[in-house]
């Protein structure tokens, strides 16, 4: 079984800054993508950001420029640096991950956390 533990998210100002993480632990060979979504109220999960083991990125149209996602392969971590917030930003961030185990490539997800920007 894999976790995936995310940070706590937060309020922020328009305009500022949040750094999420989210480590994934348990019995696994490797992990292939790492990525972040977001879910607004009433809304569809949404692709924010995701990243290759080789360090590969993809953004959403909407936070090119503003958001950066990184990642430690060996810590099994992923970051997400968001900048310049927007209100429209405020949503719940998952964090997902392509994991290889013994029964073959599986999807995980984190628990979510709450981003709330304000304005």
């Known amino acids: 079984q894999v976790q995936l533990v995310e940070s706590r998210g937060g309020l922020v100002q328009a305009g500022g800054s949040l750094r999420l993480s989210c480590a994934a632990s348990g019995s696994f060979f490797s992990i292939n993508t790492m990525g972040w979504y977001c879910q607004a109220p009433g809304k569809q999960r949404e692709l924010v950001a995701s990243i290759t083991n080789g360090g590969s990125a993809n953004y959403a149209d909407s936070v090119k420029g503003r958001f950066t996602i990184s990642r430690d392969n060996a810590k099994n971590t992923v970051y997400l640096q968001m900048n310049s917030l927007k209100p429209e930003d405020t949503a719940v961030y998952y964090c997902?991950?392509?994991?290889?185990?013994?029964?073959?490539?599986?999807?995980?997800w984190g628990q979510g956390t709450q981003v709330t920007v304000s304005s």
């Open positions: 997902h991950a392509n994991v290889l185990g013994p029964s073959g490539w599986s999807e995980y």
